[in-house]
Structure formats: C-alpha cells, structure tokens
C-alpha cells in the first residue's frame, strides 16, 4: 500500500489500514471516500470482505490491497467489527477514486506566520506545498513559515528535497 499511497490517487473504499494480530484495523477513513460515506470509523476492524473470513487467517497487506481494490463503480461488501461489541455489521461499498493530499493544512497562524502541516511526501507534495506558500505570500503576506512534520510518515526523498531548497541557499549540505 505505501507504494501507491505516495502516487497522488487509486481506486479503492478510501481506508488505510494495519494489520495487528492477525486482524486488519482501519487506521484512518479518507475524508469524503466511500468507507467515510458509509460511517466507517478508525479502529473499527474488517473482519469480512465478500463472503471471506480475513480475521486470524495470516492474511498479508497485499492481499488486503487485492480484495479491497478495484475499478471505480464496483461494488466489495466488507464486514466491520468495533471494539465495543461483538456484532459484525455488513456495509456494502462502491469503489472510487480516492485522492490522496499530502498537505493538511495551510493557513495564516499569526499576523505574518504561515503554518503548513505535511502528513507524508507522496508524488504531488511538492506541488501542492508551492501552491499553498503561494497563496499564503500573497493572501496572508507571510514572513515566516512554521512547517509542522509531526507524524509524517515519510515517502519520496526527492520531494522533501526540493521543499528544503525553498528554505536554504544551494551551497548548504542538506541531505547526506
């Protein structure tokens, strides 16, 4: 999944997931993807997809990523768990494309300071971190930036790369 999760967008029900003792646990919901539609929750866990027990079996991510992915306007049927109680619920969902923005939040913190938040590198960071500075210079006309990386989760280095020239000189050692 970290593979296409750095592309920009795919196909699928929009969760990104773990897989903890044996048991596959939904991370987090993307906003407005069919999973979030449809009430899906982070820490609900999928216990079900189509008819298949994929709960204490040793199931891997890639097989994960093989059933729950597909072509948009497709249809996967995925049986969910929470922690509270012992029911299993069936929620029909219709695959689609899920975007994925690398970029949080963007806005004015203080008269003057930009405060951008980057949750991971992915293909279009960089892009979408220029468009953002961009506007915050002109709408805010800021003089600083806070860029807030907490929990970040890494991805394409050569995206975190051309960030850090927009803050230092070409002659500065940045990554060794």
């Keep these: 999944s970290s593979m296409e999760s ?3 967008s795919f196909d699928g029900i929009g969760v990104e997931f773990s897989i903890h003792r044996d048991t596959i646990i939904i991370i987090n919901v993307i906003t407005s993807g069919p999973s ?3 009430g899906l929750k982070s820490g609900e866990r999928i216990i079900f997809i189509e008819d298949e ?8 991510n890639k097989d994960v990523i ?4 597909g072509k948009r306007g497709t249809t996967v049927t995925v049986g969910i768990q929470n922690n509270q109680d012992t029911l299993i619920r069936f929620v029909n969902l219709t695959r689609d494309k899920i975007p ?20 991971r590198f992915s293909a279009t960071t960089f892009h979408e971190f220029k468009k953002e500075l961009k506007q915050l210079k002109t709408e805010s006309s800021i003089e600083s930036l806070i860029l807030d990386l907490r929990g970040n989760s890494g991805g394409y280095l050569d995206q975190a790369i051309k960030i850090l020239n927009e803050f230092f000189s070409n002659k500065e050692l940045l990554v060794y």
């Design 36 to 38: 979030e539609k449809k």
């Design 53 to 60: 027990k994929v709960a204490g079996v040793g199931i891997t």
């Design 6 to 8: 750095m592309q920009g």
């Design 100 to 119: 994925l923005f690398s970029l949080d939040v963007a806005y004015e913190i203080y008269p003057k300071i930009g405060y951008i938040k980057l949750n």
């Design 66 to 69: 093989a059933k729950l992915r």
